[in-house]
């Protein structure tokens, strides 16, 4: 190749986004707690949806997501033309990294925060910048201090993956009453139905323009393989969004399993209530065993070890079971692992492996 051709500045950056492992050579009875997908699956209503769309695949989607976006916006009772639709909330934070950011702009992520808000900003060509926390939670005091006249975005998971950690309502008030207007504060809340009567952000937004959400299909409504997300904010927003957006970014299958899903809010409830008890079962016997465990208010736990070869070796003992987790070292967490909260009978198998481990 020639070293005359390179990507724009930020690109060659990019530390390559490593998902949740798989598989195990050699074994068929792998339980896979490294991705946070839902143990149920994804609702039947969905299945059906695709079944019968299936046939259709010889046309074109709609471009304008419409029909999705009503539907979305009954649900959550949100106005469908301040709703964007994307393959993923992933693409949707691309959206809004390609709309905002770009070269001599700066994008505002946490230590601990999701590895795609970074990765978006270095794609789009913005300098990311990183801003620490507090004992595994955002410090609001932190990001305030963290912008500059250059900051544009400023990405907050709420919940937070990999902690599971979440900011209160006054907590991210503070911060946006903190904000300059022209920087957008992206909530992104990919586990903010697994809260009990959690709006995400709608609130905030109603009174500030410069605060976003974005959603997803892919944790409780166990669709992570359709690739279907969501963003909502001003409509001023939302227009620039779609203008970096691909006409034709969801297929029929995506748009009709998404429609259906988001209309079956007792396979929601259902899940959610599921996720809450399994979820307290397994942090309560993780911190009998001895580990740190904070309270999580999604649907995975942050498993706090010794020391980063205390984890390693745990984390080895599950694998021998047939048990993958999360290593969380990129996140700056090497001492601890995060597991997805399984069914109940996932849980056990769990338990009973970091039991053995702990003997
Ligand atoms: C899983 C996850 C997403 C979801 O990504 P999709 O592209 O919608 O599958 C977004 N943000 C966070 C913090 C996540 O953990």
């Not at 949707?92 to 905002?100: D, K, M, Q, T």
């Not at 399984?342 to 849980?347: F, L, P, R, T």
Request: proline share 4%; hydrophobic share 40%; glycine share 10%.
């Amino acid at each position: 190749m020639s070293d005359t051709i390179s990507p724009k500045p930020g690109v060659e950056k990019i530390a390559l986004y490593v998902g949740g492992e798989s598989y195990l050579d050699g074994r068929d009875d792998v339980l896979k707690l490294s991705s946070n997908e839902n143990p149920l699956g994804y609702p039947a209503s969905a299945g059906k949806a695709l079944d019968e769309v299936a046939r259709d695949l010889h046309r074109y989607p709609s471009t304008d997501h419409l029909s999705l976006r009503t539907a979305i916006g009954e649900v959550y009772d949100l106005d469908p033309d301040r709703i964007i639709c994307g393959a993923g909330s992933d693409e949707i934070i691309a959206f809004l990294c390609n709309a905002y950011g770009g070269e001599g702009t700066e994008v505002i992520h946490t230590a601990h925060g999701f590895a795609m808000h970074r990765i978006s900003a270095l794609a789009a060509g913005s300098a990311p910048v990183e801003v620490a926390e507090r004992e595994r939670t955002v410090d609001v005091d932190a990001v305030l201090g963290a912008v500059t006249p250059n900051t544009r975005l400023v990405f907050l998971a709420n919940p937070a993956n990999p902690t599971g950690t979440m900011l209160g309502g006054n907590e991210i008030t503070r911060l946006v009453e903190g904000l300059p207007d022209d920087v957008i504060l992206v909530l992104d809340g990919a586990y903010v139905e697994y809260v009990k009567d959690h709006d995400g952000g709608v609130a905030l937004i109603q009174r500030f323009p410069n605060v976003f959400m974005t959603r997803t299909f892919s944790k409780i409504y166990g669709l992570g393989g359709l690739r279907i997300g969501w963003g909502y904010g001003a409509k001023e927003i939302v227009d620039n969004l779609n203008r970096v957006r691909g006409p034709f970014n969801l297929s029929n299958l995506q748009l009709a399993a998404a429609e259906a899903a988001v209309r079956d809010q007792h396979w929601v409830a259902a899940c959610r209530a599921e996720n809450a008890s399994e979820r307290l079962r397994l942090t309560n016997a993780l911190r009998q065993m001895g580990l740190g465990v904070d309270q999580s208010e999604a649907n995975f736990v942050l498993a706090r070890f010794s020391s980063e070869d205390t984890a390693a070796a745990c984390e080895a003992q599950l694998r021998h079971d047939g048990i993958l987790v999360r290593k969380v070292g990129s996140y700056k967490l090497p001492n601890c692992l995060r597991i997805t909260v399984g069914s109940a009978k996932d849980n056990d198998r769990v338990l009973k492996s970091i039991e053995r481990w702990a003997e």
